[in-house]
């Protein structure tokens, strides 16, 4: 196990300490753009553009996370069936529905609307089904290759690739799509997805795994070992909150990609940009918040993320309310801080998932983690889109502020947010310090470090003090 190989988890460098990281981070890349846009706004776009109501948008964005939890049914079988072979299995599965999808745009000419749309759903539904199956062996490969002491900066990594790829993705997507894109732009987009996820299996094969275990696996029913996850006290406070944070922000790109094409009426290409935007605030952001999560703990970094994503929240509030001027700099500002908190809050919670996973029964509780959390995402596009449907005609004013669904859409994602803030003060964590301590260092230790670091290249001297420590 790569928890207890303290000869590993003492390296120095997490190359070191993790040979397949390379070939991790070189499935991350091409996976991303593969994602971004079978997933991502240009999936949203399309359907947009072939009619599709916000409910149907939000039910095959709810797609993703419902599908996951098949990995409850997987969860018991992968450390039999190996790893890397449920991976392999569930990806290659996934390319050919792609291939699929892509065919979708360029049979316009005789296929009708109504059509391409269920024939997309069906293509989606396959996708996902065979992604969700897969992902349950995920995670636990994770926990096994990457020693505890480097997870929060593998995860940070993992996310600047990832966000590097996204914002690259959605911008040439951008470029692709134009303002008045056409089905011909749509589909080589897929196609462009396809190659993506092709490139990602050449990695994926390159990726060390431990061997499976022998014999067979002991299927208990479902409702049993999950209940045995379930009774784990600090494990449930865990669940709890990621389900609470997923259903608030689970519909969030969704449907402000939807608000800024036909509430605010920019073009398309303008608003791949703007998404394009909060991987900036990731890549500014993602190895800061890791560092600060392998040193001061998982709590305090969701704390204060969580403070900056409620700021964000109440901004698109106060911008759908018209008191802040919907300008195409305000929405990149937002973001960037939107992205800047996400990826914060992404790396601090799954790396207490992974430092607090029940020592007997890791894999299940993962699994749970990550079911839960997406039949709480299902939740959020299904319930968030019927709610906008259903808000869509009613428009009361206050004054001169126009109530429309929007603004209730940002108002309730906020109140979900300072709920959250009360579960994150319930979660054990023996390594946390106090939040205003890891804010002190991040305004002021990690920048002065980054300073005398190019202080010292530059000059080609060292500084025999450095910036202020911890105690």
Same mark, same amino acid.
């Given at each position: 196990?790569?928890?207890?190989?303290?000869?590993?988890?003492?390296?120095?460098?997490?190359?070191?300490?993790?040979?397949?990281?390379?070939?991790?981070?070189?499935?991350?890349?091409?996976? =991303?753009?593969?994602?971004?846009?079978?997933?991502?706004?240009?999936?949203?776009?399309?359907?947009?553009?072939?009619?599709?109501?916000?409910?149907?948008?939000?039910?095959?964005?709810?797609?993703?996370?419902?599908?996951t939890?098949?990995?409850?049914?997987?969860?018991?079988?992968v450390?039999?069936?190996?790893?890397?072979r449920?991976? /392999?299995?569930?990806?290659?599965? #996934?390319?050919?529905?792609?291939?699929?999808?892509?065919?979708?745009?360029?049979?316009?000419g005789? /296929?009708?609307?109504?059509?391409?749309?269920?024939?997309?759903?069906?293509?989606?539904?396959?996708?996902?089904?065979?992604?969700?199956?897969?992902?349950?062996?995920?995670?636990?490969?994770?926990?096994?290759l990457?020693?505890?002491?480097w997870?929060? #900066?593998?995860?940070?990594?993992?996310?600047?690739?990832?966000n590097?790829?996204?914002a690259?993705?959605?911008?040439?997507?951008?470029?692709v799509?134009?303002?008045?894109?056409?089905?011909?732009?749509?589909?080589?987009?897929?196609?462009?997805?396809?190659?993506?996820?092709?490139t990602?299996?050449?990695?994926?094969?390159?990726?060390?795994?431990?061997?499976?275990? *022998?014999?067979?696996?002991?299927?208990?029913?479902?409702r049993r070992?999950?209940?045995?996850?379930? #009774?784990?006290?600090?494990?449930r406070?865990?669940?709890?909150?990621?389900?609470?944070?997923?259903?608030?922000l689970g519909?969030?790109?969704?449907?402000?990609?939807?608000?800024?094409?036909?509430?605010?009426?920019?073009? *398309?290409?303008?608003?791949?940009?703007?998404?394009?935007?909060?991987?900036?605030?990731?890549?500014?952001?993602?190895?800061?918040?890791g560092?600060?999560?392998?040193?001061?703990?998982? #709590?305090?970094?969701?704390?204060?993320?969580?403070?900056?994503?409620?700021?964000?929240?109440?901004?698109?509030?106060?911008?759908?309310?018209?008191?802040?001027?919907?300008a195409?700099?305000?929405?990149?500002?937002?973001?960037?801080l939107?992205?800047?908190?996400?990826?914060?809050?992404?790396?601090?919670?799954?790396?207490?998932?992974?430092?607090?996973?029940?020592?007997?029964?890791?894999?299940?509780?993962?699994?749970?983690?990550? =079911?839960?959390?997406?039949?709480?995402?299902?939740?959020?596009?299904?319930l968030?889109?019927?709610?906008?449907d259903?808000?869509?005609?009613?428009?009361?004013?206050?004054?001169?502020l126009?109530?429309?669904?929007?603004?209730?859409?940002?108002?309730?994602?906020?109140?979900?947010?300072?709920?959250?803030?009360?579960?994150i003060?319930?979660?054990?964590?023996?390594? =946390?310090?106090?939040?205003?301590i890891?804010?002190?260092?991040?305004?002021?230790?990690?920048?002065?470090?980054?300073?005398?670091a190019?202080?010292?290249?530059?000059?080609?001297?060292?500084?025999r *003090?450095?910036?202020?420590?911890?105690?």
């Open positions: 196990m790569a928890d207890s190989d303290s000869s590993v988890a003492n390296h120095p460098s997490i190359l070191r300490a993790m040979p397949s990281l390379p070939a991790m981070l070189g499935f991350a890349m091409p996976n =991303a753009i593969s994602f971004q846009i079978a997933l991502g706004p240009p999936l949203v776009l399309m359907a947009r553009h072939w009619g599709a109501s916000s409910f149907y948008i939000g039910a095959i964005a709810a797609l993703v996370p419902l599908l939890m098949t990995q409850l049914y997987m969860a018991p079988r450390e039999y069936l190996g790893f890397k449920v991976m /392999l299995a569930g990806w290659t599965g #996934r390319i050919v529905t792609l291939i699929l999808t892509a065919a979708l745009p360029f049979c316009s005789f /296929l009708s609307r109504r059509f391409q749309l269920e024939a997309l759903f069906a293509f989606m539904f396959l996708f996902n089904l065979l992604r969700g199956l897969a992902t349950a062996s995920w995670m636990p490969w994770v926990k096994e990457v020693p505890e002491r997870r929060g #900066r593998y995860l940070s990594a993992e996310q600047v690739v990832v590097i790829s996204s690259l993705t959605l911008f040439g997507c951008g470029w799509l134009g303002d008045d894109p056409g089905d011909f732009q749509f589909g080589f987009l897929f196609i462009v997805s396809f190659v993506a996820g092709m990602s299996l050449y990695f994926l094969k390159r990726i060390d795994c431990p061997p499976p275990l *022998e014999g067979a696996p002991t299927l208990e029913p479902v070992w999950v209940n045995r996850v379930w #009774r784990v006290k600090p494990f406070r865990l669940i709890r909150l990621n389900m609470l944070w997923t259903f608030a519909a969030w790109g969704t449907f402000t990609v939807v608000y800024l094409r036909d509430g605010l009426h920019f073009p *398309e290409r303008i608003i791949l940009y703007m998404s394009a935007s909060s991987t900036l605030g990731a890549l500014l952001s993602a190895w800061v918040w560092l600060m999560a392998d040193r001061f703990g998982s #709590r305090p970094v969701m704390a204060l993320t969580s403070r900056l994503i409620l700021l964000t929240a109440l901004c698109w509030l106060l911008l759908t309310l018209g008191l802040i001027p919907p195409v700099g305000t929405v990149l500002i937002l973001y960037i939107l992205g800047m908190g996400t990826s914060g809050f992404g790396v601090a919670i799954n790396q207490y998932s992974l430092n607090n996973a029940p020592a007997g029964f890791p894999v299940l509780a993962l699994s749970l983690f990550a =079911a839960t959390s997406s039949f709480s995402s299902a939740l959020s596009p299904f968030w889109g019927a709610l906008l259903l808000l869509a005609p009613v428009r009361p004013r206050v004054g001169p126009l109530l429309h669904q929007y603004v209730w859409f940002y108002a309730l994602i906020a109140l979900m947010i300072v709920a959250s803030k009360h579960l003060r319930q979660l054990p964590d023996h390594k =946390a310090a106090a939040t205003h890891v804010l002190y260092h991040m305004i002021t230790d990690y920048p002065l470090r980054t300073l005398y190019v202080q010292g290249m530059l000059t080609g001297r060292t500084r *003090e450095g910036p202020p420590t911890r105690g």
